[in-house]
């Protein structure tokens, strides 16, 4: 709709997803050579360097992102990759 609404506006155009961070979802982890479930409820994934191995994002770590609201500001932040925080920050 967002699409719609601006090639309306400024005429054709591509928009692209750079980054999709769900939340509210289970994620399949292999912990320790063991396959674990995460359910995340109100989080994001945190992966640090080493998760993020293969990827564009392997040499900051996972992109996290805290939205604000009415007025508050939002951050973007990089995972740390915390198993004390099963790989995930609350926003």
């Given at each position: 709709m967002i699409q719609d609404a601006l090639?309306?506006?400024?005429?054709e155009f591509a928009m692209e997803l750079l980054y999709d961070a769900p939340?509210?979802?289970?994620?399949k982890k292999r912990i320790g050579g063991e396959v674990h479930y995460i359910h995340r409820?109100?989080?994001c994934c945190a992966g640090g360097c080493g998760e993020m191995e293969g990827?564009?994002?392997a040499w900051?770590?996972?992109p996290v992102m805290?939205?604000?609201?009415?007025?508050?500001s939002s951050y973007l932040l990089r995972g740390l990759g915390n198993p004390d925080s099963l790989w995930s920050a609350s926003h």
């Open positions: 090639t309306r506006v400024l005429g939340h509210n979802y289970i994620w409820k109100g989080a990827t564009e994002f900051y770590g996972e805290i939205p604000g609201f009415m007025g508050s």
